[in-house]
């Protein structure tokens, strides 16, 4: 007859249990999550997990569905200016478009609202800066940004604006950027979305301009007619449905040389590496999910955040997209509350690998998290204020069916 000694094995099964949950919390398992559809391929959730304790919710995409599009937005449509997040989506519907759900992207200069990064709007580069034209460090260092090609496919690489001329008589010259204002010799594109007006030369530099009109695109390459005579001193008026092409001090002579009323200018926009013609684009940084791995803990070497920026726990917006690239994942996950503490970058990355996320690029976080579904802020900002106005931010469109 075996005799078991059952307070013994009462204190190792509570044991057992007690490891168990431990090893379960420690895995991102979650306490609650709720559930709901939006609409057709299209589903929210709202996770509760203790263990931080975190409230995060992410909203996840199935992009083969035929009437949904992504898309980026500019606040104010214009390169600098601030607009809450809500507000932009709210702008952004109409009678043809509803915006389902939008995300804080990019990270700004709080006192003009000008992005960072690289921005593209339906194919239309909102800014761009060649990192061989900047004086800057942090320019010189490619960060990594969130793309969609025109085919619907979605990408997180480290994009570096590409961009150069092809004059009237065949030779070609690089373009130092898109509504920038170069360091020196260069020459700069601008377009509606940098205002009204060309800049003023402040540097005495001395600049030429020559006044673009849209003369239609193949590919990736744009044709512009030059039209009237060329323009000094900046301040000049940036046409509806063209550009201004200006040169900066050495660079006025190739203006005034190569720009000739009546002539064609072909002028090539694009992002190296070159994934396909882009139709939108956001900046972030830093990409903490490669492959389904965490790689977060070695971001501030690859992209110059820095440690802390690693490690403290704040708020967090991040994108990413499955292995298959047919999933794409907003996440927003609340800080700086008794109910949720933020995570720092690498918790952020074992969350969004949780998820299913097998690329996945973090975006400015702290008071700018912010995720819009229907109108409604579904997080909790930080911000004692509430949503913070932030510069950029990427949506998620249902293009309406219309009746002829």
């Not at 989506?89 to 000008?114: C, M, P, Q, W, Y």
């Not at 065949?170 to 373009?175: F, P």
């Not at 509806?240 to 040389?257: C, D, F, P, V």
Request: charged share 20%; net charge neutral; aromatic share 6%.
């Amino acid at each position: 007859m075996v005799r078991h000694n059952l307070p013994h094995l009462f204190l190792t099964i509570v044991a057992l249990l007690l490891l168990a949950q431990e090893v379960f919390a420690s895995s991102g398992a979650t306490d609650s999550t709720e559930t709901r559809t939006i609409r057709p391929g299209v589903i929210h959730r709202r996770i509760v997990d203790d263990a931080g304790p975190w409230m995060i919710n992410v909203l996840e995409i199935d992009l083969r569905q035929e009437d949904i599009e992504i898309e980026s937005a500019r606040a104010r449509d214009r390169l600098t200016g601030r607009e809450t997040t809500s507000s932009i989506a709210a702008r952004k519907t109409d009678s043809v478009r509803h915006v389902v759900a939008a995300l804080n992207a990019d990270f700004f200069i709080l006192e003009t609202g000008e992005t960072t990064n690289i921005q593209v709007i339906d194919g239309a580069f909102v800014k761009g800066r060649s990192p061989k034209r900047s004086s800057s460090q942090a320019d010189r260092r490619p960060r990594s940004q969130f793309a969609v090609t025109v085919d619907g496919k979605p990408h997180i690489d480290r994009f570096v604006f590409s961009g150069f001329l092809v004059w009237p008589d065949g030779s070609v010259h690089y373009l130092s950027g898109v509504n920038v204002i170069p360091d020196s010799n260069a020459i700069t594109l601008f377009n509606s979305y940098y205002g009204p007006a060309t800049p003023i030369d402040g540097r005495l530099w001395g600049v030429k301009e020559a006044e673009l009109i849209e003369a239609g695109e193949r590919g990736d390459t744009a044709l512009y007619v030059v039209r009237g005579d060329t323009l000094n001193g900046g301040n000049s008026s940036i046409p509806a449905g063209g550009a201004i092409l200006a040169g900066y001090h050495q660079s006025q002579r190739m203006i005034e040389s190569k720009c000739r009323q009546g002539d064609t200018v072909r002028v090539v926009l694009r992002v190296v590496p070159y994934p396909g013609k882009i139709k939108c684009l956001v900046g972030g940084t830093p990409r903490i999910v490669l492959d389904g791995v965490n790689i977060a803990n070695i971001a501030s070497q690859s992209e110059g955040t820095s440690a802390r920026f690693s490690s403290d726990r704040h708020p967090r917006s991040g994108i990413g997209f499955s292995k298959d690239s047919t999933v794409l994942y907003f996440v927003a996950v609340d800080g700086r509350q008794e109910s949720s503490v933020g995570m720092s970058l690498p918790e952020f990355a074992d969350r969004m690998i949780a998820l299913g996320i097998y690329q996945g690029l973090n975006l400015d976080g702290g008071g700018s998290t912010a995720l819009i579904i229907d109108g409604e802020v579904v997080n909790t900002p930080s911000d004692a204020s509430g949503e913070r106005p932030v510069g950029n931010c990427i949506l998620l469109i249902e293009k309406r069916h219309t009746q002829k």
